[in-house]
T-cell receptor, first 113, second 114 residues
Framework: DAKTTQPPSMDCAEGRAANLPCNHS???????VYWYRQIHSQGPQYIIH???NNETNEMASLIITEDRKSSTLILPHATLRDTAVYYC??????????????FGTGTRLTVIP | KAGVTQTPRYLIKTRGQQVTLSCSPI?????VSWYQQTPGQGLQFLFE???????NKGNFPGRFSGRQFSNSRSEMNVSTLELGDSALYLC?????????????FGPGTRLTVL
């Protein structure tokens, strides 16, 4: 029961912005959009999350469309160390929200020197 | 603050054996979730423990079980191992049972079943 759709792979030149899209057309009102990434053979790493407003932290920016049916993760200046699989996840948040994350297939981002 | 630790990091077993994996969450975290990652199925949720009680369970057979101790450390057990159980097993911890909190993942245990 995949709730998100992501392109399987993308390339980005080192130093340029990487824009990773995600479609989540069936997102519910109480579901947030989360992004994690997994560098080869390591555990997933939390990047950012948001509900409906755009969010920015030291790692990335998250742009969510007004209808919330899609979002874009932006890595402003990609480095070789950003090469990883990026997962977009929708997750109900709240006291009774499920803590199981559904990862889907993700986008394999390759940063090219 | 130390991160999530998992032991052992690598394990080789044969079919029919059983295995126990251990996860120590970040200090102060009370919720531990387990995931299985295989090339074919990707990352799949196994179960979540909070305050020594299983709160959520994924779609895995009863051969997969777990428990959590009073210090929040968790173990998962797989009995009667099958070749298809070869995978990276990841655990994640978060501060409370509320899904407001982020999950932090450990490095995983890579299990190979021969």
């Amino acid at each position: 029961d995949a709730k998100t759709t992501q392109p399987p792979s993308m390339d980005c030149a080192e130093g340029r912005a990487a824009n990773l899209p995600c479609n989540h057309s069936t997102i519910s009102g109480n579901e947030y959009v989360y992004w994690y990434r997994q560098i080869h053979s390591q555990g997933p790493q939390y990047i950012i999350h948001g509900l409906k407003n755009n969010e920015t932290n030291e790692m990335a920016s998250l742009i969510i469309t007004e209808d919330r049916k899609s979002s874009t993760l932006i890595l402003p200046h990609a480095t070789l160390r950003d090469t990883a699989v990026y997962y977009c996840i929708v997750r109900a948040v709240g006291e009774t929200g499920a803590n199981n994350l559904f990862f889907g297939t993700g986008t394999r981002l390759t940063v090219i020197p | 603050k130390a991160g999530v630790t998992q032991t052992p990091r690598y394990l080789i077993k044969t079919r029919g054996q059983q295995v126990t994996l251990s996860c120590s969450p970040i200090s102060g975290h009370r919720s531990v979730s387990w995931y299985q990652q295989t090339p074919g199925q990707g990352l799949q949720f196994l179960f979540e423990y909070f305050s020594e009680t299983q709160r959520n369970k994924g779609n895995f057979p009863g051969r997969f079980s777990g428990r959590q101790f009073s210090n929040s450390r968790s173990e998962m057990n797989v009995s009667t191992l099958e070749l298809g159980d070869s995978a990276l097993y990841l655990c994640a911890s978060q501060t409370t049972g509320s899904s407001y909190n982020e999950q932090f993942f450990g490095p995983g245990t890579r299990l190979t079943v021969l």
